[in-house]
């Protein structure tokens, strides 16, 4: 099965939240897909670095060197070399796609297709276990997809305690799910964020991704400059993202 044309529309963040998380999924289940995926996103990586440092002349010299190749037949050559060499004429053929899609500014719906994916963050998974007293019963609803129980349930508890930040990201969560987070925005410029503590950092990753969802791009580039201060799991992803609101 040709994967290129999903896994190019995932790297572009032509998917839509839920076509993306679909996509993860698959990636997860599926050996063959996680395979070309690995080697289409390595060839796509380097395409957006040439492109977003403007230097298509340099990468349009590198792709054509990479195409004058030739493939030598040989006992050793692999299927995944033959995938590879298919990879790069596929990729070939979407170039000038890919020119209109990095050379403007992306939406912030491609944005967050791109960068939204609390069910695949490991710190997340990591902060759900740790559940005890009476946030136990929020974050439990959250966990089952029970949002708007959720936000009813984690609203009340973070009116009252706004160190807990398992509870204060569960609301945030479940309100993104809703598309409801303009009611949370509001409450976090009282939340205490110390970005040297990791689940400050969690927490103001996805407050930075619900302010771009709100069109409030100045709070998230201040959020996203704080986070790419601090030695972490999101700091590449909050300097890469602020690339993106600074074209």
């Known amino acids: 099965m040709n994967y290129v044309d999903p896994i190019l529309k995932y790297l572009s963040g032509e998917l839509s939240a839920e076509e993306a998380k679909s996509f993860r999924d698959s990636l997860n289940s599926n050996e063959e897909l996680k395979q070309e995926y690995e080697e289409i996103s390595a060839a796509y990586e380097l ?3 040439q492109l977003v440092e403007k ?4 990468f349009r010299e590198k792709l054509l060197a990479a195409m004058d190749r030739e493939i030598q037949p040989s006992p050793l050559t692999s299927r995944r070399n033959r995938r590879w060499w298919l990879s790069l004429v596929a990729l070939a053929a979407s170039l000038a796609i890919l020119l209109i899609i ?16 609390p069910d695949q963050d490991p710190v997340v998974l990591a902060l759900l276990q740790d559940t005890r007293g009476p946030s136990e ?7 089952n997809k029970r949002y708007g ?5 984690l609203g009340s508890l973070s009116e009252k305690n706004t160190r807990d930040k398992a509870v204060l ?8 799910e809703l598309d409801r987070e303009d009611e949370v925005m509001d ?3 009282s939340w205490d964020f110390q970005f ?9 990753w996805y407050v930075s991704l619900a302010l771009i969802k709100n069109d409030r791009l100045e709070e998230a580039r201040s959020m996203l400059k704080a986070l790419k201060m601090e030695s972490g799991p999101y700091q590449s992803d909050a300097e890469n993202l602020l690339k993106l609101l600074l074209k």
């Open 55 to 58: 230097d298509e002349l340099a």
């Open 149 to 153: 129980e959720a936000m009813r349930v």
């Open 137 to 143: 019963e929020g974050i439990l609803l959250y966990k």
């Open 187 to 189: 409450q976090q410029g």
């Open 169 to 176: 990201l569960c609301y945030l969560l479940s309100a993104m």
């Open 102 to 117: 990095w050379v403007k500014p992306g939406g912030t719906q491609s944005m967050l297709s791109r960068f939204y994916a």
């Open 196 to 204: 040297d503590l990791l689940p400050d950092q969690t927490l103001g």
């Open 47 to 49: 395409i957006r670095r």
